[in-house]
T-cell receptor
Framework: AQKVTQAQTEISVVEKEDVTLDCVYE???????LFWYKQPPSGELVFLIR????DEQNEISGRYSWNFQKSTSSFNFTITASQVVDSAVYFC???????????WGAGTKLIIKP | DTAVSQTPKYLVTQMGNDKSIKCEQN?????MYWYKQDSKKFLKIMFS???????INETVPNRFSPKSPDKAHLNLHINSLELGDSAVYFC????????????FGSGTRLTVV
């Protein structure tokens, strides 16, 4: 069975702090994709990144970075120098060759205080 | 030009009514989905259509009926609305059966009173 666990229900930090959102996944598929989505208070779901199982290189996009480690089945997301606009619910998700849908984590609510 | 558009954005209705939510995508994708997001933000897939064919039909009350007149449209009709149907409903689309990422609509907030 496939599963995505986001153990942190809610994180609250002060602006400019760095923050890491954890994501641990389970799958028996050899080929799979991992995703992060952002849901700001306005409610829309915004795609952030997709990673395939054969690419373990870390990704950096501005203040955002992702650390994919197959050895620990983790795909963690770090925001450096956080800003109030980063406040949102962040979802990690997984899709594998054995199914036709995304498996979603429960989400982590990130609160950035000014 | 919105890629995945849902209408209406807000829907307030009384218990027992029948309502529909419409979804259209102009991305040329061949797979479309309906998701329900509850008050705890948990996302649950309801249906998926690929080229107008139903491929995912999760355990959803049969009061919910999707309809895909063509691959650019996937509508959701709900009969005999109940209080527990109150949620945000998201439409999404993707290319192909393998999921390389969704494009989501902006959501429809359904409130049943």
């Amino acid at each position: 069975a496939q599963k995505v666990t986001q153990a942190q229900t809610e994180i609250s930090v002060v602006e400019k702090e760095d923050v890491t959102l954890d994501c641990v996944y389970e799958t028996r598929d050899t080929t799979y994709y991992l995703f992060w989505y952002k849901q700001p208070p306005s409610g829309e779901l915004v795609f952030l990144i997709r990673r395939n199982s054969f690419d373990e290189q870390n990704e950096i996009s501005g203040r955002y970075s992702w650390n994919f480690q197959k050895s620990t089945s983790s795909f963690n997301f770090t925001i450096t120098a956080s800003q109030v606009v980063d406040s949102a619910v962040y979802f990690c998700a997984l899709s594998g060759d054995s199914n036709y849908q995304l498996i979603w984590g429960a989400g982590t609510k990130l609160i950035i205080k000014p | 030009d919105t890629a995945v558009s849902q209408t209406p954005k807000y829907l307030v209705t009384q218990m027992g009514n029948d309502k529909s939510i419409k979804c259209e995508q102009n991305l040329g994708h061949d797979t479309m989905y309906w998701y329900k997001q509850d008050s705890k933000k948990f996302l649950k897939i309801m249906f998926s259509y690929n080229n107008k064919e139903l491929i995912i039909n999760e355990t959803v009350p049969n009061r919910f009926s999707p309809k895909s007149p063509d691959k650019a449209h996937l509508n959701l009709h709900i009969n005999s609305l109940e209080l527990g149907d109150s949620a945000v409903y998201f439409c999404a689309s993707s290319q192909g059966l393998r999921v390389y990422g969704y494009t989501f609509g902006s959501g429809t907030r359904l409130t049943v009173v």
